[in-house]
């Protein structure tokens, strides 16, 4: 299991479990983390589960690959750290990982 802190745009954080393996956005959605939209299922097709990643995080959680490059250019307010979350796929590596939310998706 792999622990993620989300911290909302507000800055309330809540610290959800999710199986290795699962990605950042399932783990949102299952535990019912706001802020997460994920329109598409998880598909990178919609960029409605967009995070922040943790600047502590960002050298492990790895940089957005061409085609979520490319959805995240619908997201909201992107900045250096965004990914699209149903793209994070969770490791023992990442057990501990923060997330910020956007204001709002999309
Ligand atoms: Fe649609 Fe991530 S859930 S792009």
Known sequence: MARITFVSFEGATRTVEAP???????????????????????????????????????????EPGSMEEDMLDYAFDVRPSSRLSCQIKLSDGLDGLVLHMPARQG
């Open 20 to 62: 290795v393996g699962a990605t950042a956005m399932e783990a949102a959605v299952r535990n019912g983390v706001a802020g997460i939209d994920a329109e598409c299922g998880g598909a990178c097709a919609c960029a409605t589960c967009h995070v922040y990643v943790d600047e502590a995080w960002r050298d492990r959680v790895g």
